[in-house]
Structure formats: C-alpha cells, structure tokens
C-alpha cells in the first residue's frame, strides 16, 4: 500500500486548509486510517482516526476543529482542518494501520504552516 499526502500549505490563524491521502494498492488486515503530526523532540502525534467502520477518534487539542473523513470510491483520507492555531504548524502524516501493526503503512510528510 503506498499512501500519497496532498494539501499542506499556508493559512492564517483562524483560516482553512483540507489534507488529502490517497490509497493505492490494498491490504485485507488494514483496519483503518489516521493522521499524525510531528511534533518537535517527540514522537508523532496521532491527530486523527477512522476505522473502517467509521468510529473516530480526536487529539483533545484539535477536537471540534479538525475533521476526518473518508472517500471509498477515491481511496482517499481528508483531514479537514478549521480555525487553525500557530501551534498546528506542523508536518503532518497520514497512516494506515493494522490490528498487528499501528504504523503498518505512512505517507509522505504535509507541511502546514499557520501565520498569526
């Protein structure tokens, strides 16, 4: 499976920016789809889920912000970003992942930058 990140970009604070990942390829045991972003000294930091199934899940400090969604017919991942802060100003992964394997699958890196 290889996934190819689009969408990163320039924003002032409080303004817009969609991140899409798209699918190629495929793998029965994926599970689901996420997004991450580096954060500078730590590990990557999980921002986003889908499962399959359609549960998400949200980082406490994107919730209410950030949304992730899914296009079946495209193989693609969104991560619709609003009200963006300084602080989301980041390289931002997507990720497809496994019951076995958390970090089966990345992208390239997204860069977000967010203007004051």
């Known amino acids: 499976v290889q996934l190819q990140a689009s969408g990163g970009g320039l924003a002032q604070a409080g303004g817009s920016l969609r991140l899409s990942c798209t699918a190629s390829?495929?793998?029965?045991?994926?599970?689901?789809m996420a997004w991450y972003r580096h954060i500078p000294g730590r590990t990557r930091e999980l921002v986003a889920s889908?499962?399959?199934?359609?549960?998400?899940y949200y980082a406490d400090s994107v919730k209410g912000r950030f949304t992730i969604s899914r296009d079946g017919a495209k193989n693609t991942l969104y991560l619709q970003m609003d009200s963006l802060k300084p602080e989301d100003t980041t390289i931002y992964y997507c990720?497809?992942?496994?019951?076995?394997?958390?970090?089966?699958?990345w992208g390239q890196g997204t860069l977000v930058t967010v203007s004051s």
């Open positions: 390829g495929s793998d029965a045991s994926i599970n689901g």
């Open positions: 889908l499962t399959n199934g359609g549960k998400t």
């Open positions: 990720n497809a992942y496994t019951t076995a394997n958390l970090y089966a699958y």
